[in-house]
């Protein structure tokens, strides 16, 4: 089980589950850009779960945006799973209300998803890493 560091006193155990080899790629990739795309059941979800909180837990301050076309998809695939890694680690906290969860190292995560081109108002001009 991976132990990321959280500061001298307190490590974070955080277990994301075995990685087929696709995804060990994508999770190695030191890049500031990657992609990942595939077939139907290829893991994607998957991998970006596990990118955008394991990125969260060891890079403080970061901002990532998390997306699917609808909401429901967004709790289910994403929301959902993500709150349970928060509370096995212990290190981040969710905001129902903006959709967010806030990391104790200043990281965020936030959800969002993508409704037709009135959505462009939403995110134009927000800032992610």
């Known amino acids: 089980m991976p132990t990321v560091k959280k500061n001298t006193k ?4 955080w277990d994301p589950g075995e990685a087929n080899p696709k995804q060990l790629l994508f999770y190695q990739a030191d890049t500031p850009f990657v992609a990942y795309g595939g077939a139907k059941g290829g893991g994607k979800t998957h991998a970006v779960r596990t990118k955008a909180f394991g990125g969260a837990l060891m890079n403080p301050g970061i901002r990532i945006l998390v ?3 609808t909401y429901p998809a967004l709790e289910e695939n994403h929301i959902a799973p993500m709150r349970r890694m928060a509370a096995q680690t212990g290190a981040a ?12 190292n200043g990281s965020t995560i936030r959800f969002g998803h993508w409704s037709g ?3 462009e108002d939403e995110y134009n001009g927000q800032e992610y890493h």
């Open 10 to 13: 307190k490590y974070y155990e």
């Open 117 to 119: 081109d009135d959505s």
């Open 93 to 104: 906290t969710y905001n129902g209300t903006t959709h967010m969860l806030t990391f104790e």
């Open 67 to 69: 997306m699917r076309q």
